[in-house]
């Protein structure tokens, strides 16, 4: 990290503090596409921004904890889930530095990708994450497989999105502990700001913890 590359914290203040709303709200196309048929339990939301998996997943039963590092953004989620009717516990962390206590049913890593990300940051997470996972638990995690065609070009930040089998590789399993039970490519239609429209392709890993 240089002195003037902002931190992890700084970065995403900036980004949520720049409008009063980012997201759709509505929970992401990964993580609906793989826990819809789960059974709720205890699930942790990692880089939960402004809450709509952590909301999807608490009005579906799950009890939540959301995790972000970005205090705003975590605001806006508690007015959301409180609109919404549902209770979800909200911690802040730069997952760098601390991680939640516990063990989780589900837990749920939705497109951590960072332009400020430190060298082997988003492996580190992931493997925390799958840390968490307790004893028939599983991880989901989303991400995005390139930058959608729209900007392809000319994308606005130099990130590295990892291949299906990077993730795999850097979730670290322990062999005979864990099952792969989905490794694929999802592609959906994507619209930029200005109205061009075009499509993206996204990743999504779900492992099951066996042991």
Known sequence: MTETTPTAEQFWEDFYRERDQIWTGNANATLVREAADLTPGTALDLGCGEGGDAIWL??????????????????????????????????????????????????????????????????????????????????????????????????????????IDEVIEQLDLAPGQWQVETADFVTTPSTSPDGVAGERSDSVVRVRRLA
Do not use: C, Y
């Open 58 to 163: 608490a009005t579906r039963g799950w009890q939540v904890t959301a995790v972000d590092v970005s205090a705003t953004a975590m605001q806006r989620g508690a007015q959301h889930a409180a609109d919404a009717g549902v209770s979800i516990e909200w911690q802040r962390h730069d997952l760098m530095e601390t991680f939640p206590e516990g063990t989780f049913d589900l837990v749920s890593a939705q497109f951590l990708h960072s332009p400020v990300e430190r060298p082997d940051e988003r492996a580190r997470i992931l493997r925390r994450a799958a840390e968490a996972v307790a004893p028939g638990g599983s991880l989901i995690v989303g991400g995005h497989a390139g930058w959608p065609t729209w900007v392809a070009d000319n994308p606005p930040h130099a990130v590295h999105f990892p291949t």
